[in-house]
């Protein structure tokens, strides 16, 4: 299995904190990604890396923050929770040498905002 | 704007059946996945698809790609109750990899 690790692995927070997940591999993967996972809608990405300190925006980025100041770790941020952020958090890593590889997930985060 | 379609949703049949799952997308891309999750887990790949007319086989699960058509299909081949789970496919567009809503397949004894 792909070194990846999701902390915390359950978080229950209030409206208007501020939430920070924290994603780390093993793998020295150069692609890290934070989607979130919600019923009917799949796995909706939310921020990518492409290497350290480069990042950008997924499909569902508002409300959301994120930083790769080392190649192993990978932070989500949300900067002040709703509860429409409740969800479960996946990071996944991929190493894309050649195209077309696969992505790598970790085991998830569920994020109750109450 | 990338956008992939799965259907059906939701699948219930009965062992020993056949059915096929379908994954339309939107645009020109030539590299597809499908991964499963189980209920509560996370979500492991099954199949990596990288141009037209790529096919792929493991056990029951057979997996297609047709570019020109934006589709790829995963038949479902004599059904067992191990198969149930949520199958996604997946669409790679530059940097980034876009998920179906994914289907959830449940096999009946």
């Known amino acids: 299995d792909a070194g990846i690790t999701q902390s915390p692995r359950h978080k229950v927070t209030e409206t208007g904190t501020p939430v920070t997940l924290r994603c780390h591999q093993t793998?020295?993967?150069?692609?890290m990604y934070w989607y979130r996972q919600d019923p009917g809608h799949g796995l909706r990405l939310i921020h990518y890396?492409?290497?350290?300190?480069?990042?950008d925006k997924g499909e569902v980025s508002d409300g959301y923050s994120v930083s790769r100041s080392k190649t192993e770790d990978f932070l989500l941020t949300l900067e002040s929770a709703t509860s429409s952020q409740t969800s479960v958090y996946f990071c996944?890593?991929?190493?894309?040498?050649?195209?077309?590889?696969?992505?790598?997930f970790g085991s998830g985060t569920q994020l109750s905002v109450l | 704007e990338l956008k992939v379609e799965q259907n059906p949703l939701f699948l219930s049949m009965q062992e020993g059946k056949n059915y096929t799952i379908y994954c339309n997308y939107s645009?020109?891309?030539?590299?597809l996945y499908w991964y499963r999750q189980d209920p509560g887990k996370s979500l492991e790949s099954l199949f990596v698809l990288l141009s037209n007319g790529a096919v792929k086989q493991e056990g029951r699960l057979m997996a297609s790609l047709d570019t020109k058509a934006r589709l790829s299909t995963l038949h479902i081949t004599a059904a067992v109750h191990d198969l149930s789970a949520t199958y996604f496919c997946?669409?790679?567009?530059?940097?980034?990899?876009?998920f179906g809503a994914g289907t959830r397949l449940f096999v009946k004894a």
């Open positions: 996944a890593i991929s190493e894309r040498t050649g195209g077309g590889e696969k992505l790598f």
């Open positions: 793998e020295n993967h150069r692609y």
């Open positions: 645009t020109t891309s030539d590299r």
């Open positions: 890396s492409y290497g350290v300190k480069d990042t």
């Open positions: 997946a669409v790679e567009e530059g940097f980034k990899t876009i």
